[in-house]
């Protein structure tokens, strides 16, 4: 089950270039998707049609590493019906709301806990140090993006046709925490920029792209064409059908100043569980804004994956990002939004007496749009 820390904070997080299936989408034709009117409270993006159990075939599991004194875990998760290739990641806790029914988590013991190394680095903070951890945004996720079902939406269904097209959808993961989501998505055939805080980035994302390359290195590669590196990928690692690579991005400074033109021009932003103060939502929003107005020849979507964490007050609340404050800014933007998922997960909330207690919440994955890329 979850816990109720908050999830993972990052700051962050050309060619011409089209999609390989940018054409076969009408963005007038989206009826068949959950889309409701930015006014209307997040009650209404829960359609049943949209509600997407988890996938018995995705399995995920965690075991616990030690090495020079130091404990980590790792999160481990297969590929679309391979079990014989799954991906690990290097993490520093367990996961938060991650596993499912009987998967094994790791147990850490207070002395697994080690202060963090990184607390002075320049540019980091307590809320960044929660992107060491994987959590349950990822999850669904990774399931919506490449684990399709019958009853997924149409639009679903084409981005899912493009992320495991090895011709190589192009795409930028803000805030990426481990590398989870980015770094599975490489692996069924897109080319992805994973970026984060230079401390993650560097501590985490970078080791677990070196070794999910090793894990992979004999897995069949289909397409000739595709066995060498993008060249917008300055240093691309080979990710199994896909490629990825890493670099930093602060939310808070212009793209311009940290990406080429190459690497701003991309197909798809996605993000998972990127944000839980109100005050982040502004930076990264800024961020995805700069992306949709940077990006040449296809207009990029972004994905986004939100769990609903209220905090006592409710969707009132000031100081925590809650659904509603959500589509509330993508309406100020004049942006749009449909719901290609959602699903409901165990989490414990505290009351306001302190007390911890079992409850449910949902997560969301969202698709959000320039309202100009529709021309």
């Known amino acids: 089950p979850q816990s109720y820390a908050a999830p993972k904070l990052s700051s962050g997080g050309g060619h011409q270039h089209i999609a390989p299936c940018a054409a076969n989408y009408?963005?007038?034709?989206?009826t068949s998707c959950c889309q409701a009117t930015i006014t209307m409270a997040y009650q209404q993006?829960?359609?049943?049609?949209?509600?997407?159990?988890?996938?018995?075939?995705?399995?995920?599991r965690e075991d616990i590493e030690k090495e020079d004194h130091l404990t980590s875990v790792i999160f481990k998760c297969n590929l679309p019906h391979q079990q014989?290739?799954?991906l690990e990641f290097n993490c520093r806790e367990p996961s938060c709301g991650a596993l499912e029914g009987q998967e094994?988590?790791?147990v850490l013991s207070e002395d697994d806990y080690a202060v963090d190394p990184n607390f002075f680095d320049e540019?980091?903070?307590?809320?960044?140090?929660?992107?060491?951890?994987?959590?349950?945004?990822?999850?669904l996720l990774i399931e919506a993006l490449t684990w399709p079902q019958d009853t997924d939406c149409d639009r679903l269904k084409e981005i899912q046709e493009c992320v495991k097209n090895v011709g190589g959808t192009r795409i930028i993961e803000l805030g990426a925490g481990v590398g989870v989501v980015g770094t599975y998505i490489a692996a069924v055939g897109s080319h992805v920029l994973l970026t984060d805080l230079t401390t993650l980035v560097e501590n985490a994302i970078e080791t677990n792209l070196e070794r999910n390359e090793r894990i992979l290195s004999n897995m069949s590669i289909d397409d000739d064409n595709h066995k060498s590196c993008p060249s917008w990928l300055v240093n691309g690692q080979r990710i199994g059908k896909g490629w990825a690579d890493a670099t930093p991005l602060d939310w808070t400074?212009?793209?311009?100043?940290?990406?080429?033109?190459?690497?701003?021009?991309?197909?798809?932003?996605?993000?998972?569980?990127?944000?839980f103060l109100a005050s982040m939502m502004k930076s990264l929003f800024d961020t995805v804004e700069a992306l949709f107005q940077t990006s040449k020849g296809n207009k990029p979507s972004f994905i986004l994956s939100f769990q609903k964490r209220d905090a006592q007050d409710g969707t009132d609340s000031i100081a925590f990002t809650t659904v509603d404050g959500v589509l509330a800014a993508v309406r100020e933007r004049g942006w749009t939004i449909e719901c290609l998922a959602w699903r409901t997960v165990a989490v414990k909330k505290e009351d306001e007496t302190g007390s911890v207690k079992d409850d449910t919440s949902e997560v969301f994955v969202f698709e959000i749009k320039d309202a100009t890329s529709s021309s």
């Open 26 to 30: 009408d963005a007038n034709h989206q």
């Open 104 to 106: 094994e988590g790791a």
């Open 123 to 139: 540019g980091y903070s307590m809320a960044g140090s929660t992107g060491f951890k994987v959590w349950t945004g990822s999850r």
């Open 253 to 275: 400074k212009p793209i311009s100043e940290q990406l080429t033109d190459e690497q701003a021009s991309i197909d798809f932003i996605i993000a998972s569980d990127v944000v």
């Open 84 to 86: 014989q290739h799954v």
């Open 45 to 60: 993006y829960m359609q049943k049609e949209r509600h997407r159990p988890p996938y018995k075939g995705f399995q995920c």
